[in-house]
């Protein structure tokens, strides 16, 4: 596992999902995909959009709009998978749009504001004041918890 | 003897792997020694060597490592603080160990060499007061000292030709090294080739992680799934050249399939071979007298199912000699031998291992699981009337079932035979059980030889394919669009089936999957997919079914955990994913117990529309003027036979019919009409288990249910009674008896041949 302390990581990679600007760390990004064939998993929660053949593997491609309760408006835009590795496999984040990697100045970057809300408050780790504006780092590993308590029983 | 074998072999693997572990502690204890957790770790395994040496007869081995125990024991007690000198004596120690084993191993006795000095020293070290500043010297000394007495132990060793993987004295470098290098180039030669002539257990075997063999495993899945997709797109292609390349990879890859299998593979013998001491124990405390034999152990079955049926035949086993073999005055009076006898028998069968459990004991009390089951209200009162012998057997296998009087510490909890059945079905395997009054009961599990791949139905729903194992399937029914509507009942809100007559149960796969929220029988056709599994009989309506298709299993996401419906996903031929469903989850979440339920209860209240499949009759020409009923659960098949493929043997026909030799019985002669030739080549296979016969009649000619006026029959063998069907007379067959003819080989046709004999 990387840094998920205070220590702000070296390098993020950015997307997009409506409004908001996140960064994850560069190390535990796996790749970037355009919008893959995807089977819809019935019964799934709502976030869970689908399955991905990634090479013979079979990924969980989950839905950043729907992880933050966002309109699924986003229709016109093709949307991109993110491919993130997690302590048990990989898992694929669906964003609007996919940036540019940045190299962090470490003084711009401030631990996490507590006034955050639900959905963004345990995913969020620290945020980024880059030069396009305020950049969220969030933990992909937070991210890809859906349902993680009904499976602890 | 086997047995001894078997042990001393865990014996010296698991040592060989304590050694290296204890290389690594006594190293990791030199740099931290006041680690108290080390300490107790090497204080252990020492003491789990001494322990087994101890119930092997190897004094020198247990001499050794007690001495090795006293001046650990010393320090653990803090008495005496770890130094170097002690730890070289530690590693000397385990070198010494390595050298009793390694003779162990090649010649089966702890070899000639002699440890006495290394003895003193560890037990002088335990009472030697603390002299710091003498070890770098002493530790020199010492190993001076064990360097002779390693030399002197391996020349024993060798005196006695006895080759030995001894391994130089403790150098550190080496007592890290996690491989036993098996004979350096230096040896004398004749020895490095006897080594290689008597080859160790180590030497033809090797250790692999078994997450190693996962990761092949899931590679040759990956090729196996290429070739799938190379092999559609190359059907249509025209180039011959191209075409047997393709040919070759797909025999290639199912070899190498094949093969990585194999690496998963263990003998049967690796959960069997406990089973001498529990029957052992068990017997005593029930004061029976009972022999085990077992045969094919050496079948082999993949690492996973080997831990999954563990527990299983365990159960099994316990309550043969619980609940079967009876006591022996009890043997002697039935004039059986006192002791009972319990046989393991392992067979591999296509893609099944075969595992039987059979016990010469007392059988199931029919009677006493009827009531039970009754009294547990698993049955209704009307089903236990018409429920046949083999069918009340299979009640033990029902949730909450047992039959013990006394619960005893062995069986008879209530979670027996039916965590048996859910556990053997987990892994897509099948359990069933025959018995017979005073002569014993035979369990058969039926088991994959694999899990990784497994052949699955894929069908369609709702657009989207999905895949169903194939070991929880027994038919599937076109549900025809003229037909849909009169064979669909509803009781309540619960759909039906009437499959012959029997109420199916019905689930909508796309109302369950929540694709569409009514029980839609749309306008197009679809298929029901009977299900049986975990001890519940369903239908589940689809769209559509597609082939069977050996699919590889592969693992959902974390995110997904919630979903026990799915057992999985797999990737088809043309790469899109399809669903893997676990149908005894589908059917729980249906809550079709629930439906079950209002089934027999609208049954018991009507009475009219269920049949039950025992009440069922085939009817047959038996002769020109003679027609039967055979009841229609005894039958197994129906077959046609070439009249030119009937053999004799003695006096008794049979033909080989799926790999053995099918027993004829020509019911027109048992019922006394032996004058005409049997001609039609029609044959109904009947009974079940290892007696199986074909009876032999002129045509087959209907199923009904329409029985009446019977009147029972005494005294005519064959038939129980008579009935009335469509106006005419007919005979009703009594199966086990014709069995029974059948399976001691006297019944074919009887003419003046076999008259002669």
Redesign the interface.
């Known amino acids: 596992m990387t840094n998920h302390g205070n220590q702000p990581p070296q390098q993020l990679v950015t997307f997009k999902t409506g409004e908001y600007s996140f960064g994850i760390d560069v190390l535990e990004v796996q790749e970037v995909l355009k919008r893959q064939q995807m089977t819809y998993v019935p019964l799934a929660p709502e976030e869970v959009q689908g399955l991905i053949n990634l090479r013979g593997h079979i990924v969980t491609a989950i839905g950043m709009r729907e992880r933050l309760h966002l309109d699924a408006s986003a229709d016109e835009i093709e949307q991109m998978n993110l491919i993130v590795s997690l302590k048990d496999g990989a898992a694929s984040l669906v964003v609007d749009t996919v940036g540019d990697v940045i190299s962090l100045d470490p003084t711009r970057y401030k631990p996490r504001p507590r006034a955050l809300k639900a959905p963004l408050k345990d995913m969020v780790l620290g945020v980024y004041e880059s030069d396009k504006g305020l950049l969220l780092h969030i933990a992909p590993e937070v991210v890809c918890k859906v349902c993680e308590e009904e499976k602890r029983d | 003897m086997g047995e001894q074998d078997g042990l001393l072999n865990d014996f010296l693997v698991e040592t060989k792997e304590g050694l290296d572990h204890l290389d690594a502690e006594l190293l990791a204890l030199e740099s931290s020694p006041d680690d108290r957790d080390l300490i107790n770790a090497i204080f252990r395994r020492l003491h789990t060597i001494k322990g087994v040496c101890g119930f092997l007869d190897f004094h020198k081995l247990e001499s050794v490592t007690h001495a090795g125990e006293t001046l650990l024991g010393e320090l653990r007690s803090e008495t005496l603080k770890v130094d170097d000198k002690i730890i070289t004596l530690l590693l000397t120690l385990c070198d010494a160990i390595r050298t009793i084993v390694s003779s162990i191993e090649e010649t089966k006795r702890e070899g000639d060499s002699r440890f006495d000095t290394l003895v003193a020293e560890l037990l002088e070290a335990a009472k030697a007061p603390q002299a710091s500043s003498e070890t770098e010297e002493l530790s020199l000394d010492d190993q001076f000292e064990m360097l002779l007495a390693q030399r002197e132990a391996e020349e024993a060793s060798q005196a006695t030709a006895a080759p030995s993987a001894v391994s130089p004295v403790a150098t550190r470098a080496e007592a890290i090294s996690p491989i036993e290098v098996p004979q350096s180039p230096t040896h004398q030669p004749e020895h490095h080739e006897q080594t290689q002539v008597k080859t160790g257990a180590q030497e033809t075997s090797l250790r692999v992680d078994v997450e190693l063999l996962d990761h092949l495993m899931n590679l040759a899945g990956?090729l196996v799934?290429a070739r799938n997709q190379i092999l559609q797109t190359t059907k249509g292609n025209q180039d011959v050249n191209f075409r047997a390349i393709t040919q070759r990879l797909n025999l290639v890859t199912s070899e190498l399939q094949e093969g990585v299998m194999k690496t998963r593979m263990q003998p049967i013998n690796t959960v069997w071979s406990k089973f001498p001491r529990v029957v052992r124990d068990l017997s005593m405390t029930c004061k029976k007298q009972v022999r085990l034999e077992m045969y094919g152990k050496e079948t082999e079955l993949d690492k996973t199912l080997i831990e999954a049926i563990k527990d299983p035949l365990t159960h099994i086993v316990r309550n043969s000699i619980d609940h079967g073999i009876e006591l022996p005055e009890a043997r002697l009076a039935k004039g059986k031998s006192a002791e009972g006898c319990i046989t393991m028998r392992a067979s591999q069968e296509g893609g099944y291992v075969i595992i039987e459990i059979i016990d010469d004991g007392g059988g199931l009390n029919t009677e006493k699981i009827r009531d039970r089951a009754l009294e547990r209200g698993l049955i209704s009162r009307e089903k236990a009337q018409s429920m046949s012998e083999s069918d009340i057997h299979r009640l033990i296998f029902a949730p909450g079932f047992s039959t013990a009087d006394t619960i005893t510490n062995l069986s008879g909890r209530g979670v027996g035979m039916d965590v048996v059945k859910s556990s053997v079905e987990k892994i897509g395997g099948h359990v069933d059980i025959t018995s017979h009054s005073d002569q014993g009961s035979s369990i058969r599990l039926k088991i994959p030889l694999t899990l990784a791949i497994i052949p699955a139905l894929l069908l369609s729903c709702a657009g989207?394919k999905f895949a169903v194992p194939q070991s929880a399937i027994t038919e599937l029914v076109q549900l025809g669009a003229s037909e849909k509507l009169g064979s669909l009942s509803w009781i309540g809100n619960y759909p039906f089936y009437k499959l012959r007559g029997d109420l199916l149960p019905l689930l909508f796969l796309s109302k369950q999957?929540?694709?569409s929220a009514g029980n839609d029988v749309a306008d197009q056709d679809k298929v029901i997919v009977v299900i049986d599994s975990d001890g519940s009989r369903f239908g589940v309506v689809v769209d559509a079914v597609h082939d069977t298709e050996e699919i590889v299993v592969?693992?959902?996401?974390?995110?997904?955990?919630?979903?026990p419906?799915?057992a999985g996903?797999t990737?088809l031929g043309d790469?899109?994913?399809?669903?893997i469903i676990d149908p005894a989850v589908l059917g729980r979440e249906a809550n079709i117990e629930r439906q079950e339920m209002a089934a027999s209860q609208a049954s018991a209240a009507t009475s009219g529309p269920t049949v039950s499949e025992s009440e069922q009759l085939l009817i047959v020409q038996v002769s020109s003027e003679v027609r039967a009923a055979i009841p229609l659960n005894e039958v197994r098949r129906l077959e046609e036979f070439n009249l030119r493929d009937i053999e004799r043997v003695g006096a008794s026909s049979v033909i080989q019919y799926r790999g053995s030799i099918l027993q004829l019985v020509d019911v027109a002669a048992c019922l006394g009409n032996s004058a005409e030739r049997w001609s039609g080549g029609h044959v109904v296979v009947v009974g079940n288990g290892d007696s199986v016969v074909g009876l032999q009649v002129q045509a087959i000619l209907d199923v009904t249910t329409q029985l009446t006026a019977i009147k029972p029959v005494q005294g005519k063998d064959g038939i129980t009674s008579y009935g009335v069907i469509q106006g005419k007379v007919i005979a009703l067959l009594d199966v086990d008896h014709l069995v029974k003819l059948g399976a001691m080989g006297i019944v074919g046709f009887v003419n003046e041949e076999s008259a002669a004999i």
Do not use: S, T, V
Request: no cysteine; proline share 4%.
């Open positions: 990956e799934l989207q999957l929540k694709f592969k693992p959902l996401g974390r995110q997904l955990g919630n979903l419906i799915y996903a990737i790469g899109q994913i399809a669903l």
